[in-house]
């Protein structure tokens, strides 16, 4: 069964610290895995994309990496900001289809504080 | 920020009311889709659309319908709304071509049906 699961669920941290999510997943075939930041109350807003032969993106703050050997992914945030509180989304698409099939985790819940 | 819009962001209605959700995208995209998102769990895909004329079920059984009659509109309906369709329902667009192309979200509808 194709699967996407995050870790931590929800992660509190203090304005200015790093911090690292994570993305597990067994969607087959693979063709990319974004990362999207979604504001309460608001729809999600793509962070990075990387194909299967990208291991790191980098926007801003964020940066992403990738290993398509053990399926794995992360976002790691930079000197946080009370902004960044929002949920990180991690999404796989698959080959599967001309839609290109999206498999959503249910997102870490991050929170910042000052 | 993307070009896409949703009306309502909020309703409250009563069981049993007919309602329209409304979408739009000033992009051109071709590919449209509504999700349902409920509080801490994963986007589930209810419908999506290729084009004018064009309308599928996506992977959540939805009693909900929609349609494509223009490029930039994609309204979705409930005939006799109930409480088990209390949600958040999120629009999203994508451009024609590669699986690869990245959805843009709407800011979303929350619905409460008493």
């Known amino acids: 069964k194709n699967q996407v699961e995050q870790s931590p669920q929800s992660l509190i941290i203090l304005e200015g610290k790093n911090c690292t999510l994570q993305?597990?997943?067994?969607?087959?075939?693979?063709?990319?895995l974004r990362w999207y930041k979604q504001d309460t109350g608001r729809g999600p807003v793509s962070l990075t994309i990387?194909?299967?032969?990208?291991n790191t993106k980098s926007n801003g703050r964020y940066t992403a990496t990738l290993d398509a050997d053990t399926k794995q992914s992360s976002l790691h945030i930079t000197a946080s900001q009370l902004s960044d509180s929002a949920s990180y989304i991690c999404?796989?698409?698959?080959?599967?289809?001309?839609?290109?099939?999206?498999?959503f985790g249910r997102g870490t819940q991050l929170t910042v504080w000052p | 920020e993307a070009d896409i819009y949703q009306t309502p962001r909020y309703l409250v209605i009563g069981t049993g009311k007919k309602i329209t959700l409304e979408c739009s995208q000033t992009?051109?995209?071709?590919?449209m889709y509504w999700y349902q998102q409920d509080p801490g769990m994963e986007l589930h895909l209810i419908h999506y659309?290729?084009?004018?004329?064009?309308?599928e079920k996506g992977d959540l059984s939805s009693e909900s319908t929609v349609s494509r009659i223009r490029t930039e509109h994609f309204p979705l309906t409930l005939e006799s709304a109930r409480p088990s369709h209390t949600s958040q329902y999120l629009c999203?667009?994508?451009?024609?071509?590669?699986?690869?192309?990245?959805?843009?979200f709407g800011p979303g509808t929350r619905l409460t049906v008493l």
């Open positions: 999203a667009s994508s451009g024609s071509g590669l699986s690869t192309d990245t959805q843009y």
């Open positions: 993305c597990n997943y067994t969607v087959s075939p693979f063709s990319n």
């Open positions: 990387m194909t299967f032969s990208e």
């Open positions: 999404v796989v698409s698959d080959r599967g289809s001309t839609l290109g099939r999206l498999y």
């Open positions: 992009m051109g995209h071709d590919k």
């Open positions: 659309s290729y084009g004018v004329n064009s309308t």
